[in-house]
């Protein structure tokens, strides 16, 4: 049973590393889902997601947003800030949409 465990992590170790350019340090700060924090190292988002507090990518950080993702700040006054380096991969068939509550001073919704 030791055998087959250790041969899956070998293999999922590979996979992990064949497919995405990581390295072993990086691989904590993935795992980190909640989008609501200080990004200190490297941070992919894949998925549409909710932010409901601010959000500060540090210097020497870097935060991608692969295309099609939605991202939606659940108050206008919450802020993306960024401090190191912002990839944004949005792309005309599949843009990155950021949303925030509607008010009169300012846009609701910005595609990049």
Same mark, same amino acid.
Request: glycine share 6%; aromatic share 10%.
């Given at each position: ?21 990581? $390295?072993? +340090?990086?691989?904590?700060?993935? *795992?980190? %889902? ?6 200190? !190292? ?29 991202? $939606?700040? +659940?108050?206008?006054?919450?802020? *993306?800030? %960024? ?6 991969? !949005? ?22």
């Amino acid at each position: 049973m030791k055998r087959i465990n250790r041969q899956l992590f070998v293999v999922f170790l590979i996979f992990t590393f064949t497919v995405s350019p990581l $390295s072993l +340090t990086n691989i904590a700060t993935l *795992l980190q %889902v909640d989008a609501s924090q200080e990004i200190t !190292g490297y941070q992919e988002w894949n998925q549409s997601l909710t932010i409901d507090s601010d959000v500060t990518v540090a210097a020497g950080a870097t935060l991608v947003i692969n295309k099609g993702v939605n991202v $939606s700040f +659940t108050q206008k006054w919450l802020n *993306l800030y %960024v401090y190191g380096t912002l990839i944004v991969k !949005g792309t005309g068939s599949a843009p990155v949409a950021v949303t925030h509550p509607k008010s009169n001073d300012c846009p609701s919704r910005f595609i990049i």
